[in-house]
């Protein structure tokens, strides 16, 4: 990435919550932006970052992603930052409105899908809404996977 920037303008991802399609269902996505300072910028450069826990919540007008980590910048010194900071999420008032009508509505939540740098090198976070899923519903996804797994095989080597 020479001067800061996504070599030839494609998305760089940072850090991907994996653990947010196991468990959950996730009915909508949208980008946001994310407030940081300039040593978590350098750090989320470096790639050092960790979502897997994280999540988002309304307070007052905004919304705050809280939990993701992001590990101090050594060279930054005695101007780094804490780790686990809430941060705040830049979304228009519309977008914050109709998502916290949806999660005080139906009992949905906010998790962070990804972490990444868009096209023009800004850090943009991607949230899903979603309804957390059963234990049985992760049980029946595990087994349909292997299912079409098996299937797609039995099929090769029919072929």
């Known amino acids: 990435m020479p001067g ?3 070599a030839g303008g494609a998305r760089v991802t940072v850090a991907v919550n994996r653990k947010a399609r196991r468990d959950y269902a996730i009915e909508e996505r949208l ?3 994310i407030q940081l300072t300039g ?7 470096a790639g050092r970052a960790s979502i897997g826990e994280a999540y988002a919540v309304q307070d007052g007008g905004s919304l705050l992603l809280v939990n993701a980590h992001i590990p101090e910048y050594a060279p930054s010194g005695q101007f780094s930052h804490a780790p686990r900071r809430q941060r705040k999420l830049l979304l228009h008032r519309r977008q914050i409105d ?3 009508g949806l999660v005080q509505a139906a009992g949905k939540t906010i998790v962070p899908m990804q972490l990444y740098f868009n096209e ?3 850090a943009k976070v991607e949230l899903g809404v979603a309804t957390g899923k059963k234990a049985h519903d992760k049980r029946a996804a595990v087994k349909d996977r292997e ?3 098996d299937r797609a095989r039995l099929l090769k080597r029919r072929t």
């Open 31 to 33: 980008e946001a932006g």
């Open 4 to 6: 800061g920037s996504p």
């Open 120 to 122: 023009r090198g800004i």
């Open 39 to 45: 040593s978590e910028v350098k750090s989320l450069r």
């Open 98 to 100: 109709r998502i916290a």
């Open 147 to 149: 299912w079409q797994r």
